[in-house]
């Protein structure tokens, strides 16, 4: 019963459970952390004076602030008492004396009112001594300018088989960051009590961390200091590292100030000082034989870390343990490395380098796949891993099986061969509109690559009257954790789901927690849940029996009563038990434990088998493309996807489809254009606010979205069967990708390799096209059909692929 | 100075500790109604929306969904609003929270209040008629006659909006206890003129036009404002403090819509919803560009005044009233004078509108052109502002293009009428060859700049390509053989 898999008679889990707080939400009932701000009397405001040089020397003149009316204090690195980093790597001062990116804040004002403070920061004088700076990646190579260690993952012999693959194909893929956009600005609230204990509300996936950044910078420690995580309106991992400085600004303005210290950032502040998705440029060789099948993969990765190292080398690390997505390359080289740019440090963003890893051999796949005379689709799948394959980090694929599986009931389901031939039908009929439908897989490792931070804690109270309160170290940012952990914690109590409560995550509940990331939440603090509640029921059973007259083992909790194998004529009520449990002096609260076993990695060799499991997914998108401006709608989207038994349904879908289109998102529309000029705004972000940064609307929304649940699905690995949801499915947008670049395909004649800018926007998509209609009038005799052939602008130099968007190129050698 | 008050959710609140220039979203979360989010300040996501009573055309009362964090909340003297809070509480939820809340429509739910109040605007719209059984529902639009658009000034990070198109599709209409519903056939409360003077600013809304256009006169600092959904990003983004602001969103001189035999008259400062929910199809022009022009919550409150007071040259209605040959009317003390749109901008960010000067309102002569469109390029299908907007006004009699006017925005510091391409175009037949040389000079029309929403010579093409399309749907609509 108690294995971790194994689900009793009617589970509460696996039931469609809305969100805990759906009717707190929908009514504007639930709080958020600057909510509670708005509520707190006599609440001082935090801004900061931000950088506007990309990397200076700095001299801060605060006197100024003063004179502005409302300002109580400006917090510089003079009032550090501690250490004056905001970090874990020790390489993010929270007061820097040179600014590293434009944008960087420099110290932090105090005001009564937003008002004063804004006006005290804009009267704080900066004088800047420049200093040289790397924008792009491509200037960090020229310049090597790299931080952090690089990494290798090999198996077999790529240059050796290269040399021997009948087809060999090499080129540069590059690609662009993505700003989380979580609605719900960072933020955090600061509080000094009566008794010297900083009480700080912040908007963190990870409190622990926050927690010891504070007690750093005040150089005090970790038990001084309590976190509360109440609820983030959205953190996709932006969340993980980013607020630890913000918290500290707000701990120390409370001590200086001895009064509650606000920060929150505006949209602006927060896309111009937090981190990003980091941006990758990839060169690439592949070799290929006649057949399709992949044999050698040889790729040179360069992460665009901006101007800390914060995540940066674990996101590289899960970016090369992803280059081969869903695919058997026996023969594999990829290095790894972190350009150190003057951005934005580059951060956690859902995925976490999966997509970025996924991203190379996506885009390989489908250029090479014309050229090569194969369909596409076709190639996918032949290179699935099969059964008893292992990874090139040494990883056996466990469950490989389940990618055909998947594959092929998708195939069957979107009804994939028939509308391919109706595209077919239809991009012959209509010279400037064309259509393309693709098919794309996704295996994704499931758990921390560092294997220490695979443990969680959670703390369960049963109350005399049979309440249940629960506390777990997972914080909740919209993905549903704490609704599972509350489905997780009745079917274990065998309690309704209205019989167990939750209460916020604060570090004084549960102590050394984990980030919420790696989309372990549910399986790392479920399993610490499950854990806590089986301790308390274990001990109840022993009362039950008694007043039940059978066995402990013979006691079964459900549905909120107690009974006794064959004792059909009673039952007792969890409260009784509960109130008898008390009575006997048994432990009614327990503090559970959880760790993930089985999991080893080497990070120099870069082997080991790092992942409890991986998750599986494939996505069909048909999309349609105007050839006249590169506009593009999402007709259609199918998606089967692997989240082992669900432990909660209606959560699971609402994570596949949030994360399908926040990678649609990343990929088509999304755009940090930074200033990589030599102009007085190097290295100002141009795109910083909502109205230049676009993510999807309800216009991206694909006008037909079905998305299934792989079915009988249990991993054993995991806690009720299920299997981690929050970012596997985010790779799911690279079928959106590929179906662009056979629409665009359909404007060239058979065989061309499509190249296509990332994000693939109206324009990029454009200029693709352009070349395949080019392409199309160089080898055959000019057709007529088309109107718009802007052959004339192409020849003449103007390039398809703008100076700022990230060029491509593959040729075969 | 008299109290000023606003009602929220049906509770008088006195003003307090606001500025001329606070938002009202930044006041009700000082008064503690911290529903309305802010997650962006500048009218793109939606999440601070509120419902706020506006007089609906049969004198009743409409609830128009507005974003908070653009309207000065001195500007709600008398007014009435209603935020999530209002709607419903977590015991007694409103139909369109419950159907949120069911369908999975909230998962952050961050974004979830601004939802809430702009899918319960278009619940009680009351011109939104359910399909019958068996009618095809137009694109965007639920059998329950539930228009998306209403939706589209709402940014959801989290969801994918599948589940909350899904729980706008399902709702029923009000029953007969909805309070929201009969507050709907009670006129709408007045404007109530207003000095409100705090910060670092005063408020005035006159009583009258003429009030209005000596305040103008006398006060060289007084900065005019309509719907706000400019202005409101300047004062929230760039720190914009105007010394002195005027109202004229309800001046009725400034909301009518009048057609004659020779025009249709646009009141300067009436809503764009209202224009277009009014005008219908009767400009054709005008109804392609509406539903392109920023979201609903936007068009609620901005005006053709002010797309036009700021003299951007990327505004959409200028590319589209230079095609229909547009005047606008003037108003000073002096008197109204109408000027050509044509001459109306003189550079960048510059017109002949003198500064003791208003805009009263848009005339569009008649008859209008037979042959009309708008284009509109943008990173984003909704929502987004133009890369290259286009517009289109064309007479072809007997397979001959007899006039043409092409307006143009995003090419150049101002809008431009496309002179050339008009000349190239009138007295030729239209067909290929004429449209592909007109594309060709239409391409070189303008010097558009690179920027982070396109290179130039994507822009360029893209005024190209927009004639050829529009040759296309002409040809695809007369049932001519296809291109
Ligand atoms: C999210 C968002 C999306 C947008 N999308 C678009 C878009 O797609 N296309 C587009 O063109 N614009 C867009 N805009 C800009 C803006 O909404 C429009 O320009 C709108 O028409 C402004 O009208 P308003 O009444 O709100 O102007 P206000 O903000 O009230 O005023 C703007 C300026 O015009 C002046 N003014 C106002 N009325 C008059 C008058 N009657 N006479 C003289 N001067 C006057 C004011 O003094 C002020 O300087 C968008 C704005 C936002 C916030
Ligand atoms: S806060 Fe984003 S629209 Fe108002
Ligand atoms: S639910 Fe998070 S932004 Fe919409």
Redesign the interface.
Known sequence: MSSLADRPANPVVGLRAPHESAALHVTGAAMYTDDLAAQTAGVLTAWPVQSTNAHARVTVDVAPAYEVSGVVRVLTADDVPGINDAGIKHDEPLFPSEAMFYGHALVWVLGETQEAARLGAEAVQVAYEPLPSCITVREAIAAESYQGIARTVARGDAAAAMVSAPRVFEGVTEFGGQEHFYLETHASLAILDSEGQYFVQCSTQHPSETQEIIAHVLGISSSQVTVQSLRMGGAFGGKEMQPHGFAAIAALGAKLTGRPVRLRLNRTQDITMTGKRHPFHISWKAGFGDDGLIQALEATLTADGGWSLDLSEPVLGRALCHIDNAYWIPNVHAQGRIAKTNKTSQTAFRGFGGPQGVFLIEDILGRVAPVLGIDPAEIRRKNFYRPGQSTPYGQLVKDAGRLEAIWGQLVDESDFAARRAEIAAFNAANPDTKRGLSITPVKFGISFNFAAFNQAGALVHVYKDGSVLINHGGTEMGQGLHTKMLQVAATALGLRLDQVRLAPTRTDKVPNTSATAASSGADLNGGAVKNACEQIRDRMAKVAGRLLGVDERDVRFEGGFITGLGKFDQRLTFAEVANASYLQRVQLWAAGYYRTEGLHWNPDLMQGSPFKYFAYGCAASEVEVDGLTGAYRVRRVDIVHDVGDSLSPMLDIGQIEGAYVQGVGWLTLEELRWDESDGPHRGRLQTQSASTYKLPSFSEMPEEFNVRLFENAREDGAVYGSKAVGEPPFMLAFSAREAIREAVGAFAPVGHSVELGSPATPEAVFWAIEAARTAGSASAAASEATLNRNTADVAAGRSPVGADVPALASTEV | MDEITVTVNGRRRPLQGA?AHTTAL?WL??T???????????G??G?CAMLLASPADDGGTTWTAVNACLMPVASLNGQEVV???G????DA??P???K???A??????????GF?CSMAGEYYRADRVPAAPGEEVCEEHGPNGFD?HA??G??????????I?DAAYTLGSPDATDELAARRTRPAPRAVPTDFEA?AGRFIRPATLDETLRLLRDEPTALLVAGSTDLG?EV??R?RRAPLMVAIEQLDELRNLTITDEFVEIGAALPLSDAERRLGDRVPLLAQLFPQFASRLIRNRGTFGGNLGTGSPIGDTPPALLALGARLVLASVDGEREVELADYFTGYRQTVRRADELIRAIRIPLPLARVTAFHK?A???????S?VAIGFALDIDDGVIAAARIGLGGVAATPLRAYATEAALIGEPWN?ST??AG?AVLQGEGTPM??????S??RS??L??AL??L??STVIESKEVS?
């Open positions: 500025t930044d979360r000082d503690g109604l911290s529903g309305s989010k802010e997650g962006c300040a500048e793109e996501c999440a935020t999530a809070e709607l419903g509480s977590p939820l409103h369109v929270q419950q949120l809340a069911e999975g429509g909230s998962q952050c739910g961050y974004c979830t209040p809430a998306l939706l589209s709402n940014l959801c990070r989290c969801t994918g909006y599948r589940p198109r910060g990003v929230n983004l720190g390029i990173k984003r299908r909704f929502d987004d502002i890369s290929v449209v592909r594309s690179s920027d982070h929403r396109a290179s010579d994507y093409l893209m190209g390509s050829l399309k040759y296309s291109a």
